[in-house]
Each structure stands twice: as C-alpha cells, then as structure tokens.
C-alpha cells in the first residue's frame, strides 16, 4: 500500500493521525471525501528522497489546497510571514 510505502504507517496510523486532527485538514480544518484522501505532510528536509518519507518526521494530513500552498511556499516560515503581513495591510 502506498502509505506504507511511501511515508512509513498503516492505513490505521493514518485513521488515527485523521482522528488526533478532528477528522479534517491539520491546517483549514476541511473534512476529506473519502479515506485517505488527506496528504500525508513530513519535514522534506529530514528525508533525502523528497518523495519518500522515513515515517518519523510526519506533520499531519492536509488537504490539497493546502499541501498546495505549502508548496508553493517551500515550507519557508518568512513567506508565509510575508504573505499573511500582505495580506493584513489590505487594500492600496
């Protein structure tokens, strides 16, 4: 199976990480389709093959707009910053 495979857990690790995150998206709070359908995140910097994670540097599951933008903004805490004070300053 490709959780195993590919990030390290069983389909029941992934039931309860889902459980432990209230049934929905670590970050928006979105509830999945059908299971697994939540991305399963890790730290890519702790594993040399981005594709593959070792299963110890897991984050949570997040739904794709927000696996997405993560990213998009290339796990960079400073975007991310950046982007919210954007966002906040409003309009010109």
């Known amino acids: 199976m490709r959780l195993s495979r590919s990030y390290g857990i069983s389909v ?28 399963v995140d890790h730290d890519h910097a702790c594993c040399p093959d981005r594709k593959k994670s070792c299963g110890r540097c897991l984050r949570g599951l997040l739904c794709e707009d927000c696996n997405r933008a993560l990213g998009m903004f290339r796990d960079d805490v400073a975007r991310f910053e950046a982007a919210i004070a954007y966002l906040k300053r409003g309009r010109l």
């Open 12 to 39: 029941a690790q992934y039931e309860e990480l889902l459980a432990l995150q209230g049934g929905g998206c670590a970050i928006c709070g979105s509830a999945p389709k059908d299971s697994p359908s939540l991305h």
